[in-house]
């Protein structure tokens, strides 16, 4: 297998037969194995970036691969021996406050993030700090839900990120020094960066938050070398594209329970008037990493919701593409293809946690390129890659009541919330054994509707979401056979879960939770197998690589200020104890 | 970034905008009112503003200008004022301490009442852990409760509209609750 330039999703797929057979055969030896053979190690080229899903000593790409399958393809640690698994070393940043980085692994050295944009590097074998970069904030950020970053991108001796002001700065990989930096957008109207963006060649790609304030979200491509703007894919479309076709119901053909005729009639009055430029601030924010697919060259990537959120009152149609799986040219940007899941949302059950792409089978049993994306709603969704037609959706992973209840001014309960099922946790899947793996929330909710005025770059909601307070709140991480659609295994944790999973070859699924504790899971059962109290919300994806022959699990434990778990510092390594 | 108001002003700031020495004149005629860093405001009805977040407080100085805050006091004192001696002023707040504060805290109740609020609207995931705020999103911890309980009254009664959510979270929220919550976030 090495040596092979073949697609990391069919990379991710060979790796995890190979694991599969290691683990239903029962053995257990060590092995770390799979390594990088190509490149210079510090520099990372094209070539290591297109066979990250092979490469078991690197992690270099906030989901380890293109496909963004977040499975890493080393066992050392593996079902037999992760009762074993120690802390290595303990990394306290400088910020204490939400944390969602996904720790980034080049040869040796970790990148990592923080609240408010500070990145560390880090010696990924001992934790001792290499260099800190504290971005310079401007005076003005908005943003929802938190001061979060999710993580930087690396490509060449550079490595990227995203800010709250809504920048993209360039760092030399050496000494953590700026290079470039490029406005991605106006923070004053509400724009910012809290995603990690993707390099693909000579292109650094990312899109922006912006839904809860009245953007008009994109995707955007510049140049890796200068920061200069390439491309912008607007995820609203001009002209009467963003109407839509009136969809009335949601993908498992359920009424959406919209008023079609009032919404006809409103857009022919603001058209009489001239005041038919809603879609300019129609939302769309792309919250996560776009997947990218090098055969096809395509990216792959959800939007999120229209603007404003509760209150569909003043943009009519289906308010297209939000709320929808969509797939553009890497090279220009252009469209390829999109599947909205909920036309004309007034729930906030966007779509935000990053695709991943995955062989998968069609309705009729046969093999292809496939798209899964875990949703709000709650389930997972499997879509054919070519053309983001819809092949099948998972069962439900958490309770859904009273579905589609328009919400009211007084408050309308509805389940699942608004913050989902899945939030923007980034899934991960286990090729192997042909599972998807979710973090879920169960948070009742009651959905208000107040009708506002476009605010100006203020939080525009149009009413709000409230948690219920006495009713029970809960999450689990649910394991679900992407070829069926069945759930093969659940397991409840004591609260709603956000953060991101990682699969590895060793058969193990590793969480965090926000009281504290970080377990490993069973892949193939869910049970509990390890676990190790962090002290702070492990509200972040974790990691793996290798140094020296040993296998790492890294994980940030900050808390988030989305769900108030308890804020931290810690960047915490473990491998198994000598 | 935050330097670059005292240069502009310096530079700039000519034919009645505001220079680096009329900044600290206005400043006081805020004091007089709103304390500053040693004193607390002459009325508890008042707000803290030494330490508050520029941007927040540049926006309540533009929406008092725009008449979408509306405050006759507030009103008269920024008529006339112009973007950048707004931008001055609030950049001169943002840079003070914020002064010592001994409020008393919530009754055991009124914590219950205030943490099932906060749960409810989310509140951190904006006004951030220890809701010290950042930005555009106000600084509430240590803020006179008795204008913490008006602003938040003010929301739940429509009478202050330039933060629509606000207003929105607050619709039906008991005003037990919302009394719980200013001791609440004053007593931090």
């Not at chain 1, 005729?261 to 939302?283: N, P, S, T, Y």
């Not at chain 1, 948070?443 to 709000?464: D, N």
């Amino acid at each position: 297998m090495r040596g092979k330039h073949v697609s990391g999703y069919r990379l991710a797929g060979g790796v995890a037969a190979v694991a599969l057979v290691a683990l239903t055969s029962g053995v257990a030896a060590q092995e770390t194995g799979k390594t990088t053979l190509y490149g210079d190690l510090r520099v990372v080229t094209q070539d290591m970036l297109l066979r990250a899903a092979d490469d078991g000593n690197n992690f270099l790409h906030p989901q380890h691969n293109y496909a963004q399958t977040r499975f890493y393809p080393n066992r050392q640690i593996n079902t037999t021996n992760v009762h074993q698994l120690r802390p290595a070393w303990i990394f306290q940043t400088e910020v204490v406050d939400t944390m969602e980085v996904a720790p980034i692994v080049v040869d040796g050295v970790m990148y990592v993030t923080t609240a408010f944009n500070h990145v560390y590097a880090l010696d990924a074998e001992t934790g001792a700090q290499i260099w800190h970069y504290k971005h310079r904030m401007g005076p003005i950020t908005t943003y929802c839900c938190g001061p979060n970053n999710r993580g930087v991108a690396v490509a060449g001796d550079r490595v990227y990120m995203g800010t709250l002001d809504a920048k993209l700065v360039a760092l030399d990989a050496k000494t953590g020094k700026l290079v470039w930096e490029a406005e991605v957008g106006d923070p004053e109207l509400g724009y910012s960066e809290t995603m990690a963006p993707i390099v693909v060649e000579d292109k650094v790609i990312i899109g922006t938050n912006g839904g809860e304030y009245g953007i008009r979200g994109f995707v955007k491509a510049f140049s890796a070398a200068d920061g200069k703007l390439l491309w912008t894919f607007y995820t609203i479309s001009d002209g009467d594209r963003h109407l839509g076709t009136w969809r009335e119901t949601d993908p498992m053909g359920r009424s959406l329970n919209r008023d079609i005729a009032a919404e006809k009639k409103r857009l022919a009055e603001m058209k009489a008037a001239g005041k038919d430029d809603f879609w300019q601030r129609l939302g769309g924010g792309v919250w996560q990493t776009p997947a990218y697919d090098p055969e096809t060259r395509r990216l792959y990537f959800v939007v999120g919701n229209p603007s404003p959120d509760l209150d569909g009152s003043n943009r009519p149609g289906d308010n297209l593409y939000t709320d929808s799986l969509v797939s553009i040219s890497v090279d220009t940007g252009e469209y390829v293809c999109h599947y909205q899941y909920i036309p004309h949302d007034v729930w906030d059950l966007d779509a935000v946690s990053p695709p991943i792409l995955a062989t998968v089978k069609d309705k009729d049993g046969k093999e292809v390129k496939g798209v899964l994306h875990g949703s709000k709603l709650p389930y997972v969704f499997v879509h054919r890659a070519d053309d983001c037609s819809l092949i099948r959706w998972s069962e439900p992973m958490v309770p859904i009541e009273n579905l589609w209840a328009l919400p009211t001014p007084a408050g309308t309960r509805m389940l699942p919330g608004a913050n989902g099922g899945v939030e923007w946790s980034a899934m991960a899947i286990h090729p192997g054994l042909h599972l998807a793996y979710a973090a879920n929330l169960h948070q009742p909710m009651t959905y208000h509707v107040e009708s506002t005025p476009y605010p100006g770059g203020k939080l525009w909601l149009g009413g709000a979401f409230k948690v219920i307070p006495t009713e029970e709140q809960w999450g689990n991480i649910t394991a679900v056979d992407y070829d069926t659609g069945k759930i093969r295994w659940q397991v409840r944790t004591q609260q709603p879960m956000i953060g991101g999973l990682l699969a590895t070859a060793g058969g193990l699924v590793f969480a965090g939770e926000g009281n504290g504790w970080f377990k490993a899971y069973d892949a193939a059962t869910g049970a509990v197998l390890w676990q190790f109290q962090l002290g702070a919300g492990v509200n972040a994806p974790a990691s793996s690589y290798t140094v020296k022959g040993k296998q790492y699990i890294v994980v940030g434990a900050g808390g988030n200020a989305q769900l108030d778990y308890k804020r931290g510092n810690d960047i915490v390594a473990f491998t198994l104890a000598d | 970034m935050r330097k670059w108001f005292v240069v502009f002003l310096a530079v700039v700031g000519t034919g009645g905008a505001a220079t680096a020495g009329t900044v600290e004149e206005l400043a006081q005629t805020c004091t007089a009112c709103h304390g500053d860093s040693r004193q607390l405001p002459t009325d508890p009805a008042f707000p803290i503003i030494a330490g508050q977040q520029f941007y927040y407080l540049y926006v309540q100085l533009r929406d008092f200008a725009s008449g979408l805050r509306q405050n006759e006091i507030m009103q008269g004192i920024v008529a006339g004022m112009d973007k950048a001696t707004m931008q001055a002023v609030a950049q001169y707040w943002s840079e003070q301490p914020w002064p010592t504060t001994a409020f008393p805290g919530p009754t055991a109740e009124e914590r219950e009442r205030a943490e099932r609020v906060i749960a409810s609207g989310q509140c951190s995931a904006c006004h951030l852990g220890g809701f010290e705020g950042n930005s555009r999103v106000p600084r509430l911890r240590n803020q006179q409760p008795g204008y913490l309980e008006k602003i938040m009254l003010d929301f739940k009664f429509k009478r202050r509209m330039n933060a629509p959510d606000m207003s929105a979270l607050f619709t039906d929220v008991a005003e037990a609750d919302i009394t719980a919550l200013a001791h609440y976030l004053a007593g931090l």
